[in-house]
């Protein structure tokens, strides 16, 4: 059992920064940062591997977002930086325990509750 627990979300203007954390408490295989917006699909932002400290970006998301963690793996970051309107929705962090891809949100085994990110023009 992994469960996760996120924070740091909230309102920026256009341009500006963001770090969002994922508490990870279990054994994960890979934990990855997906995001939602009313309407659409949860949609890959990155994801990062754990024991090879491997990371993965979604479409259009590298550059822009940066997936971090902490010395004993317990916290993972997501630094997105120029954020735009595009940008809002709700921002979840999910698990595998299994090896198996952390890009695909079907794949997900364990969500925490997500957190809001608003960004104003």
């Known amino acids: 059992q992994v469960e996760l627990v996120e924070s740091g979300g909230g309102s920026v203007q256009a341009g500006g920064s963001l770090r969002l954390s994922c508490s990870v408490s279990?054994?994960?295989?890979?934990v990855a940062w997906f995001r939602q917006a009313p309407g659409n699909e949860r949609e890959h932002v990155a994801s990062f591997h754990m024991r090879d400290e491997k990371t993965y970006y979604g479409d259009f998301m590298k550059g822009r977002f940066t997936i971090s963690a902490d010395s004993a793996k317990r916290t993972i970051y997501l630094q997105g930086a120029d954020l735009q309107p595009g940008d809002s929705a709700t921002y979840y962090c999910g698990a595998t325990a299994a090896v198996s891809s952390c890009r695909i949100w079907y794949g997900i085994q364990f969500w925490g509750k997500g957190v809001p990110v608003t960004i104003s023009s």
């Open positions: 279990g054994y994960a295989y890979c």
